[in-house]
C-alpha cells in the first residue's frame, strides 16, 4: 500500500482533470496536504477493544465470491459477498455496497487488514445491526481491472457507477434474498472508495438511502456539485457519515462537504480520528460505526 500513496503523490502534478470534477482547478486536487477547511467535528467515541478481533463462541457469517457480467464494462467481473450466519435465503437483507481504494480490489477489505467479515460477526453477535449483507465489488470499471493500474486507472474508478447500478445491483438483487428499494441499500468505502460512495450515493439519491466516506480521496465531487439541490437531498438522504483520520493528508475532501452541509442545514456527520493517518485503523471504525447506523 505504500508504494501506491508514493506513487499518488508523484503523480498528482501529471493529473488532468478528473471527469467527474469538470469545474475544479487542478489546484484543488492537492493530493496529500491538501488546502484545510475549519469546521466542528462530531465526537469521536473509541470502539470497544476487540470490536475487529475475532471472538470465541459466536457464530460466523460467511463470505463468498461471485461473478457477475457487466454490461457497461463488457467483461466478467468479481466480488466478494459476506453473508451473515443468520442469512437463510428466505428472510430478505438490506445490502451495503463496501468499496475499497486506489491500490485495491474486491479483495482489499479481506485481505488488507480490514476484517469486515470479523467486524460484522462481533455486531451481529452484539445485536448492534439491523439484517444486512456486504457486497465488496472491484471498483475500477475497466477491462484490466487488477491492481496494477495505481493512478492511470482514477478514471476507471468514476466509470464504476455504470457498472454498480446497471449490472451488479441487479445481479446481487436477482441471486440473493434481498430488498431491493433505496432504503435498504447503502454505499461506502475508503478513500478512492469514499469518493466514489460521496459521488455515486449522493449522486443517484434514488439509489441509495446511506452514504458512507471514510478518508476520501481527491476523487471526490466538491459540495456544490456533489449537493446541487439542497432539498431533495434533505428529504431522501437517511445518512452522510464520514470519517478521516486527523493526520490525513486527505482530509479536506470531507471538510469542504461537512462545511457546506452545516452551512445548509443538512445533517452530516464527519468525525475526525485523532492523529491518525490513510490507514485502515480508521476505515475499520468506519465501517463498525456506519454498519450500525444503517436500515434502521
Ligand atoms: C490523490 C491522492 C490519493 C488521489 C487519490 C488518492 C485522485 C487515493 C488514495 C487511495 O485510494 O487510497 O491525489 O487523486
Not at 457507477?161 to 475508503?190: C, M, Q, W
Request: aromatic share 12%.
Amino acid at each position: 500500500m505504500k508504494k501506491v500513496y508514493f506513487a499518488a503523490l508523484l503523480s498528482l502534478s501529471l493529473m488532468t482533470a478528473n471527469a467527474q470534477e469538470p469545474n475544479i482547478p487542478m489546484g484543488m486536487f492537492g493530493g496529500f496536504g491538501q488546502q484545510q477547511t475549519n469546521v466542528k467535528f462530531d465526537e469521536y467515541v473509541a470502539a470497544p477493544a476487540g470490536f475487529d478481533k475475532e471472538r470465541a463462541g459466536i457464530k460466523r457469517g460467511k463470505v463468498q465470491l461471485i461473478e457477475y457480467k457487466s454490461e457497461s464494462v463488457g467483461t466478467t467481473r468479481k466480488a466478494n459477498v459476506y453473508l451473515p450466519a443468520s442469512y437463510d435465503g428466505k428472510k430478505k437483507f438490506g445490502v451495503l455496497y463496501l468499496l475499497h481504494g486506489i491500490g485495491g480490489d474486491e479483495w482489499e477489505w479481506m485481505n488488507d487488514g480490514g476484517v469486515p467479515n470479523i467486524i460484522m460477526d462481533n455486531l451481529y453477535a452484539d445485536g448492534k445491526v439491523a439484517d444486512m449483507i456486504v457486497v465488496m465489488p472491484n471498483g475500477r470499471a475497466a477491462k484490466d481491472d487488477s491492481r496494477a493500474g495505481g493512478m492511470g486507472s482514477a478514471a476507471a474508478f468514476g466509470e464504476f457507477d455504470k457498472d454498480l447500478i446497471g449490472s451488479l445491483i441487479p445481479y446481487i438483487e436477482k441471486n440473493f434474498s434481498v430488498y431491493t428499494d433505496k432504503n435498504h441499500r447503502a454505499i461506502a468505502g475508503l478513500s478512492m472508495g469514499g469518493g466514489q460512495s460521496l459521488n455515486f450515493g449522493l449522486g443517484n439519491l434514488d439509489k441509495f438511502a446511506y452514504v458512507g466516506g471514510f478518508s476520501s480521496a481527491p476523487n471526490t465531487m466538491r459540495a456544490a456539485q456533489l449537493i446541487p439541490d439542497v432539498d431533495k437531498v434533505k428529504k431522501e438522504n437517511k445518512l452522510l457519515w464520514m470519517v478521516c483520520g486527523g493526520a490525513d493528508g486527505l482530509m479536506f475532501n470531507s471538510t469542504q462537504l461537512k462545511a457546506f452541509c452545516d452551512e445548509n442545514n443538512i445533517p452530516c456527520v464527519l468525525i475526525n480520528y485523532p492523529n491518525e493517518g490513510h490507514n485502515f485503523t480508521v476505515w475499520k471504525y468506519g465501517l463498525y460505526n456506519f454498519a450500525q447506523l444503517i436500515f434502521k
